[in-house]
Every structure is written in C-alpha cells, then in structure tokens.
C-alpha cells in the first residue's frame, strides 16, 4: 500500500510523464546476489572484527581499496566499504547460519562490481576459516 502510494506522488510530481519514464529516468547500477561463504558460528564474529580492522587501518593510512581511495566505511553489524567511484563492498556475520555474508555493488559497471567482489574475495581469503561461497558472481 505504501509502495502504492509513493508511486502516485512521483506521478503526480512529475506530469506528463509515465512510470516508464521515471523507471527510465533511474540511475543504473549493478549489483550482485547475497553471496555466503562457510564460515562456522564459534568464529564468524571474530573474522568479522578482524576484517573491519583491516579496513578501517587502510582507510586511516589513506590507502587505496579496489585501486581507489576509501570514501566512506559503515561499521554497523560488519562492514560496508564504499570507494571513490562509489562502488561498494559489505561483509557481515550471518545472524543464523554458519556463514558470511558478502555483497558488492557499483553504480559505475558491472565490471566494477566484479572488481570489487574480487578485492572483497581477497581480503577473505586471508582467513583460512572461510570456505567456498554458496554461489557467486
């Protein structure tokens, strides 16, 4: 219903056109499904910590992530890191399965997005505790 709603008020903002054309008008970005690497439950928070570190150390050094600076990190319940070009990476602790969770986006490309999945993939390699992901991309 409120999904409903809100469509009506952009339709009324913006007479003349169609959803269409507002869906037209959204910016594209590419995004990967949620990716799960194994990971069992005793330390999944522990590599979460750690990979957090990791990344709030280089963007305290001014290092570059993905072959670019660091724009913004969002440490709530693991990590989400955002680049200049404004793709980004997360890595979280599954709240109820022996897992990660990983998932990458980029408003640039979908090659952007594959990059940042391997940039992401290569920090998680350096914890022997995470095993094969349940798909990827």
């Not at 404004?86 to 022996?98: D, E, H, M, Y």
């Not at 640039?108 to 505790?129: I, Q, W």
Request: charged content about 25%; some cysteine.
């Amino acid at each position: 219903m409120i999904f409903g709603m809100a469509v009506c008020d952009m339709l009324d903002r913006n007479p003349g056109k169609t959803m269409a054309d507002l869906r037209k008008a959204l910016p594209k970005t590419w995004g990967s499904p949620t990716m799960a690497p194994h990971c069992a439950d005793e330390v999944k928070y522990g590599i979460v910590d750690q990979v957090v570190k990791h990344f709030e150390t280089m963007k305290a050094k001014g290092e570059k992530f993905d072959g670019q600076p660091i724009r913004d990190l969002v440490t709530v319940n693991g990590v989400r890191v955002t680049v200049e070009d404004g793709t980004w990476g997360l890595v979280r602790a599954s709240s109820n399965k022996p897992e990660l969770v990983v998932v990458v986006e980029s408003p640039a490309s979908e090659a952007r997005m594959r990059e940042m999945f391997k940039s992401v993939d290569a920090v998680l390699r350096t914890h022997p505790e995470v095993g094969e992901y349940n798909q990827t991309i």
